[in-house]
């Protein structure tokens, strides 16, 4: 009973402070201030922990730009990637520009039957002048696989908006008529043409917008819509004079690489390595 009363005594003093504690001026505003304080306190942490997520989330999305988005790429817009493995491959003979200096239009030429055939594409030897594996610069449907004894072996890829790709001088191809061929699979090895026996083991690669030739150099890491149609290059140059078109004795039809209107070589000299060094007078006037 005694420890009932002390307990008793006990809570009625506490209840009597808490009387007297309320009754002070300052008591409810400072309770309310310290209301505020929690209230504030949370909101705030709230606040902090939303923006350390949004870092996060921000950082990840960075991260992940750096990264190659996974998706199944078709021939719209797919770039035109290199026609062999870069670093050990190299163009050894350009591309004929008829707007070019007179240097490298003469380096351009293929030296043919005593006559000059205009490089309608670029050569790509190997740093070792052996064979290497040619493959696919786009996604295509093939047109054209077959051997021709002027040009090797040869290919012929078909693409959107007109464009084509052709791979000749090739000394076997893995490729068949209709077949669909995706960027970066293997076509052929490269081998030897009749037609530029000089240049020996190498590559013929062109791009052609509506069968007229292109320099491919120029649309490397470009699309198929960026090869936009043109009135000059190689063919164009040699239209007013098809006379000059070196005939395959084995095939049907003319070579791609057109020749201009050419003469003996036996007043000149010619390096397979940096193309033939002709005299002007033997270059068509459209020169």
């Given at each position: 009973m005694t420890d009932n009363k002390d307990q008793k005594k006990t809570q009625e003093k506490e209840l009597s402070g808490l009387r007297k504690l309320a009754k002070r001026r300052w008591f409810y505003p400072a309770l309310y201030l310290c209301a505020a304080s929690l209230?504030?306190?949370?909101?705030?942490?709230?606040?902090?922990?939303?923006?350390?997520?949004?870092n996060q989330d921000q950082d990840q999305t960075v991260f992940n730009q750096d990264k190659a988005t996974p998706h199944v790429q078709?021939?719209?817009?797919?770039?035109?990637?290199?026609p062999?493995?870069?670093?050990?491959?190299?163009?050894?003979?350009?591309?004929?520009?008829?707007?070019?200096?007179?240097?490298?239009?003469?380096?351009?030429?293929?030296?043919?039957?005593?006559?000059?055939?205009q490089n309608t594409g670029i050569n790509i030897g190997a740093d070792d002048e052996k064979a290497f594996t040619v493959t696919a610069a786009m996604t295509g449907t093939v047109t054209e696989a077959t051997k021709d004894s002027t040009l090797g072996y040869k290919v012929t890829l078909k693409h959107k908006?007109?464009?084509?790709?052709?791979?000749?001088?090739?000394?076997?191809?893995?490729?068949?008529?209709?077949?669909?061929?995706?960027?970066g699979e293997k076509i052929g090895t490269a081998g030897?043409?009749?037609?530029?026996?000089?240049?020996?083991?190498?590559?013929?690669?062109?791009i052609r917008k509506n069968d007229v030739p292109v320099n491919p150099e120029h649309f490397?890491?470009?699309?198929?819509?960026?090869v936009k149609a043109v009135t000059v290059g190689a063919k164009?140059?040699?239209e007013s004079n098809p006379a000059s078109e070196v005939k395959d004795e084995g095939s049907s039809e003319a070579p791609k690489q057109e020749?201009?209107?050419?003469?003996?070589?036996?007043?000149?000299?010619?390096?397979?390595?940096?193309?033939?060094?002709?005299?002007?007078?033997?270059l068509d006037s459209e020169n």
């Open positions: 209230v504030l306190t949370g909101v705030l942490l709230f606040q902090m922990h939303g923006a350390d997520k949004a078709n021939a719209g817009d797919e770039v035109f990637e290199w062999a493995k870069k670093g050990v491959t190299e163009v050894i003979q350009p591309f004929y520009d008829p707007k070019a200096t007179e240097a490298d239009q003469q380096a351009a030429l293929v030296n043919y039957n005593n006559s000059y055939v908006n007109g464009v084509e790709t052709m791979y000749q001088s090739l000394g076997s191809i893995d490729v068949a008529k209709g077949q669909e061929v995706a960027q030897n043409e009749a037609l530029n026996k000089a240049m020996g083991v190498h590559l013929h690669f062109e490397m890491d470009k699309s198929a819509s960026d164009a140059a040699n020749s201009d209107q050419g003469k003996s070589k036996s007043n000149t000299k010619s390096n397979p390595k940096e193309g033939s060094s002709i005299d002007n007078s033997s």
